[in-house]
């Protein structure tokens, strides 16, 4: 197991909803990220939290945002939830941005939009 | 844009024989170069790394990924397969942005090994 814990496990919502994730980081880990992996896909990366700010972001809109919290836990929020939402919603935590650093990876948020 | 491909959805393979599932990379300067596996309905699993030095790495659970400049590849080999190894598996190269760097993942490879 990584220590990455992330919940819940599973989460069922209607289109036009609002869903909040949550993720707890590895101890030690500062930085945050957050992953969309759809059906068949490779995770598309969302966006990266450092020290309680937003350090980075992937081609999502802005509906899809996020905090860090002092303890480096981490939400993600979703608004107006579209079908296409429907995804595995993957954290990761890491030492702050260098590049030769692995990520650790929650066991994900299953989002099943109807 | 920097990217990984992984050109097979699928590899086949008996449990004892040889594994090998491909990657190849596209990136600007020094590669940075992961491999992870993905059991059902579980989140992602490091295998291992190729940041420098030697191009044979190994890895977890008798994992290894040869790291080839010329040819831009970074595939993933076992010497023997078990049938416990049968999972997704990801490939994957830290991009660096303005201020951060993330993973960008290739399309996965379902690796199945029968008995």
């Known amino acids: 197991e990584t220590g990455v814990t992330q919940s819940p496990t599973h989460l069922i919502k209607t289109r036009g909803q609002q869903v909040t994730l949550r993720c707890s980081s590895q101890s030690g880990h500062n930085t945050v990220s957050w992953y969309q992996q759809a059906l068949g896909q490779g995770p598309q990366f969302i966006f990266q939290y450092y020290r309680e700010e937003e350090n980075g972001r992937g081609n999502f809109p802005p509906r899809f945002s996020g905090l860090q919290f002092p303890n480096y836990s981490s939400e993600l929020n979703v608004n107006a939830l579209e079908l296409d939402d429907s995804a595995l919603y993957l954290c990761a935590s890491s030492l702050p941005t260098v590049k030769n650093t692995e990520a650790f990876f929650g066991q994900g948020t299953r989002l099943t939009v109807v | ?115």
């Open chain 2, 1 to 115: 844009a920097q990217s990984v491909a992984q050109p097979e959805d699928q590899v086949n393979v008996a449990e004892g024989n040889p594994l090998t599932v491909k990657c190849t990379y596209s990136v600007s300067g020094n590669p940075y170069l992961f491999w992870y596996v993905q059991y059902p309905n579980r989140g992602l699993q490091f295998l291992l790394k190729y940041i420098t030095g030697d191009n044979l790495v190994k890895g977890s659970y008798g994992f290894e990924a040869e790291f080839n400049k010329s040819q831009t590849s970074f595939h993933l080999k076992k010497p023997s397969a078990l049938v416990s190894d049968s999972a997704l598996y990801f490939c994957a190269v830290r991009v660096a942005n303005s201020g951060y760097s993330t993973l960008t993942f290739g399309k996965g490879t379902m690796l199945l090994v029968s008995p």
